[in-house]
């Protein structure tokens, strides 16, 4: 959403944007770093992004951070525009300590969030019935296919609900509108219509993050940012992070998490550790496995998991160019997150591109021209 956009909403709406709630952290554990030439990319790493920038073809990045083998390899950050949830706050000087808005990558730590807390056996399994977490609304289910949403469906994406944010956010049909405008969202979620049956089919939106996000609310008895902080944050060092709220006061499930490029980097090494952080099982490996199948296409070249993107990048010099698999989280904006487990590499990358439609080129840059071409 762009600033515009953001501001006509809160006009249209009469509401004004609380400041995002922060939470404080214990000191983070350090990276130790090393050289790129010892963790086995190229020796100009540093150069190769350096001359992306300057050739105009990686624009408005904020931060770059690489890590290899459990070590960090490349940080740089540059100055420029940007926003906290829409709200211009004009040009950052950026640096390991500024926050970031994460937007939808929040989605994804959402997604290891309702991992530990199945973990814990506070919320109900994929498997169950969706409805049943929410008997409250029991008397929706004038569909047969009602009965047939499980909490899997909202994890993919694939509940097969009608829901559109693809036009325009202050256009009152705009799905995520509708949704914080209503004196229920919970309601108008799961009395959309039916356009596709459950399982069937990618439908982009917010609408699943709330369902599942007032679910671990509910289950553990906390704020997304109070559970996320005890049991995922603390354990692997991230330092300060904050959390803008929606319209309903709550922290936003969908795309309020902020928190610096170092740190996001941290979620990737947790990743490629398998949920274990310095000998501690964090997030449970097998809630990782099960997040990262590819249930349902996003499109020709993208699949989705539990709330995570899985799909495969060619590198190399052709004619025999070796295929890296990767995991993703994708944030409004050109906010990334890409893991990277059989090359052992973890990148977070965060931008301002928030109302460019080529949002996603340089990210893709960064990724092909300068992490994968420097792999020696």
């Known amino acids: 959403m762009s600033a515009i956009d953001r501001r006509k909403l809160l006009v249209g709406m009469g509401t004004a944007l609380a400041a995002p709630s922060m939470t404080a952290a214990a000191a983070p554990s350090e990276l130790r770093k090393i050289a790129p030439v010892d963790a086995g990319f190229a020796a100009d790493l540093d150069g190769r992004l350096d001359k992306l920038i300057t050739a105009g073809r990686a624009w408005k990045l904020h931060g770059v951070v690489i890590i290899r083998n459990g070590a960090l390899v490349l940080e740089r950050y540059d100055a420029g525009e940007d926003e906290i949830w829409g709200r211009p ?3 950052v000087a950026f640096g390991p300590d500024t926050l970031h808005d994460l937007r939808s990558v929040t989605k994804s730590i959402l997604g290891l969030l309702y991992g530990l807390a199945l973990a814990q ?7 169950r019935p969706l409805l049943d977490a929410f008997p409250e609304y029991a008397e929706i289910a004038t569909d047969p296919r009602h009965k047939r949403l499980t909490i899997a469906h909202a994890l993919t994406m694939s509940l097969g609900l009608e829901w559109n944010e693809d036009i325009p956010y202050q256009d009152p049909a705009n799905s995520e509108i509708q949704m914080e405008r209503a004196a229920d969202r919970y309601r108008y979620i799961l009395s959309r219509p039916f356009v596709a049956d459950p399982g069937a089919r990618w439908i982009y939106g917010a609408a699943a ?3 599942i996000g007032k679910l671990i609310q509910n289950g553990t008895g906390q704020s997304l940012p109070e559970f ?4 995922l944050f603390d354990p692997i060092g991230v330092g300060e992070t904050a959390w803008s709220h ?3 006061d709550e922290p936003s499930a969908s795309s309020g998490l902020r928190m610096t490029p170092h740190d996001l980097a941290r979620i990737g090494q947790l990743i490629l550790n398998r949920g274990q952080w310095e ?3 964090v997030v449970p490996a097998q809630w990782l496995d099960k997040s990262f199948q590819p249930y349902v296409a996003c499109d ?3 699949r989705f998991g539990y709330f995570w993107y899985v799909g495969d990048f060619q590198y190399g010099n052709p004619p025999n160019r070796p295929i890296a698999h990767w995991i993703g989280a994708f944030g409004y904006g050109g906010q990334r997150l890409f893991v990277l487990p059989e090359l052992d590499i973890a990148v977070a990358i965060t931008a301002g591109n928030y109302a460019d439609a080529n949002q996603w080129i340089p990210p893709i840059r960064v990724m092909r021209e300068v992490v994968l071409a420097s792999v020696s």
Not at 121 to 127: S, Y
Not at 228 to 231: F, G, I, K, M, S
Request: glycine share 16%; aromatic share 4%; net charge positive.
């Open 246 to 248: 929606g319209f309903n």
């Open 209 to 211: 993050t709330a369902l």
């Open 228 to 231: 996320a902080r005890a049991n």
């Open 300 to 302: 020709e070249s993208r």
């Open 121 to 127: 056996g506070k919320v109900p399994a994929p498997d």
């Open 279 to 281: 000998g501690r099982q």
């Open 89 to 91: 706050i004009g040009r």
